[in-house]
């Protein structure tokens, strides 16, 4: 018998158990699309933090005051990650100074070193007015080099800018009832400024150091809130932060690790972190994932014990007239493989939708101490090898789970076949 002859009979049979057959495959399309869904968003996810952990510089560490508590670092105002702080307490805060960024550019492996120090202010454009919004003071000579940030029109602040400032493109859009353009006029803090720049992302305000300190309230004459550090090789990260921590320890007095009053962040150690949480979550919903696709197999390992029930008299027959084992086998082999190829397209189906509505929904509800994970999962990535792939996971299954239910059809004696009743 001919395996086309064999996959006709295998679709007349699929065809002729319509409501088992579909019970069976409802079974393997939950499975695929729990699958499907899962790891669309776990590449998503680590596609954009990816992206977000590129857009802070893996060679750009930060020296803030106050030590945290909780290991990892935290994430304030303006971060890529919004909603993300992992501080839990810290100590008597004490603002970094010059004597500290000094210290800081006599140790190796550091190429530049910026000091900056941050505020909110009210803003008025347009007539409208938004209360404590970011606002951050650079210094002018280093930002546009230390700084990854991309600019969407215009320019950095450079040396002789005064009262000049550079925007987040979600500023500029979003914050006023007018688009603010470049080289438009807005007031901070009672002080007219000119927009000289618009970044591509981000809501803050930047404007020099010195202009920040005289429009800002609490800023102090001559303290940072943080430091921000260019190294030269990324690959000994972990050696400069040890150096830059040592180094300040001694420049402050500290002599106990217990009373540090600082902390260094190194976005390659985020980076670490996050990938490892993110793994972790991926395993534990596959885990459940893979629940499904077992239930789905053992639907249709049922199916197919049901099926050649069913069918004994008729494979006796087949037998009779000169069908040979493996062409018994080949004809339950397909009819397994077809069930699971339809439940595999289903659930592909499925899957895509399901990732495409929790990606909608999850970009709308980025608030809140989780709204970073939520967006993190919120952005999913089908591709064509994750389709493929589904889809030969789930004939495998299918064939895998009817490959028993075959082997024992194949086995029938004609003559106990033909007995059945």
Same mark, same amino acid.
């Given at each position: ?149 991309? +600019?969407?029109? $215009?320019?950095?602040?450079? @040396?002789?800018?005064?009262? &000049? %400032?550079?925007?987040? *493109?979600? !500023?500029? =859009? ?75 320890? +001694?420049?402050? $007095?500290?002599?106990?690790? @217990?009373?540090?009053?600082? &902390? %260094?962040?190194?976005? *390659?150690? !985020?980076? =670490? ?149």
């Amino acid at each position: 018998m001919r395996l086309r002859k064999s996959f006709h009979l295998a679709l007349n049979i699929l065809f002729h158990s319509k409501l088992r057959s579909w019970l069976t495959i409802i079974g393997i399309i939950i499975g695929i699309a729990s699958v499907v869904s899962i790891i669309s968003m776990s590449i998503g996810a680590q596609e954009q933090l990816e992206d977000r952990l590129g857009s802070l510089g893996a060679d750009i560490l930060t020296v803030s005051a106050g030590m945290s508590r909780a290991q990892g670092g935290g994430f304030g105002g303006g971060s890529p990650f919004p909603g993300l702080s992992t501080k839990t307490s810290t100590t008597t805060q004490k603002n970094l100074t010059k004597r500290d960024l000094l210290a800081i550019e006599t140790i190796d492996n550091v190429e530049l070193v910026m000091g900056q120090v941050s505020g909110t202010a009210d803003i008025v454009y347009a007539s409208k007015t938004a209360s404590d919004t970011s606002c951050t003071g650079v210094d002018v000579l280093t930002w546009k080099d230390i700084t990854t940030a991309t +600019l969407s029109e $215009g320019r950095f602040l450079i @040396s002789g800018d005064t009262y &000049s %400032v550079v925007i987040g *493109s979600q !500023m500029a =859009e979003n914050m006023f009832s007018k688009e603010i353009l470049l080289n438009s006029k807005i007031i901070i803090n009672g002080k007219n400024f000119n927009v000289v720049g618009i970044l591509e992302e981000g809501n803050s305000v930047y404007m020099p150091i010195d202009v920040a300190r005289d429009v800002l309230e609490g800023v102090g004459s001559d303290e940072f809130d943080s430091i921000s550090v260019k190294i030269s090789d990324v690959t000994i990260s972990d050696d400069t932060v040890e150096l830059i921590t040592a180094k300040l320890m +001694l420049v402050r $007095g500290i002599l106990q690790e @217990s009373k540090i009053d600082f &902390s %260094v962040s190194n976005p *390659s150690t !985020m980076q =670490e972190t996050m990938e490892e949480t993110m793994s972790t979550m991926s395993i534990f919903l596959g885990a459940i994932a893979a629940i499904s696709l077992l239930v789905g197999a053992i639907g249709i390992a049922n199916s197919m014990f049901t099926s050649v029930l069913e069918k004994t008299r008729d494979i006796g027959i087949m037998k009779a007239i000169g069908a040979k084992n493996r062409d018994i086998l080949s004809i339950f082999l397909f009819n397994s493989g077809l069930i699971g190829l339809v439940g595999g397209i289903g659930g592909v189906i499925v899957g895509f939708f399901v990732s495409q509505v929790i990606n909608t929904y999850a970009g709308t509800t980025t608030t809140g101490g989780g709204g970073m994970m939520t967006s993190m999962f919120g952005s999913s990535s089908v591709s064509m090898g994750l389709v493929l792939g589904a889809l030969a996971v789930s004939v495998f299954i299918g064939m895998i789970s009817g490959a028993i239910p075959a082997i024992r059809a194949s086995r029938l004696s004609p003559v106990d076949a033909l007995r059945y009743e």
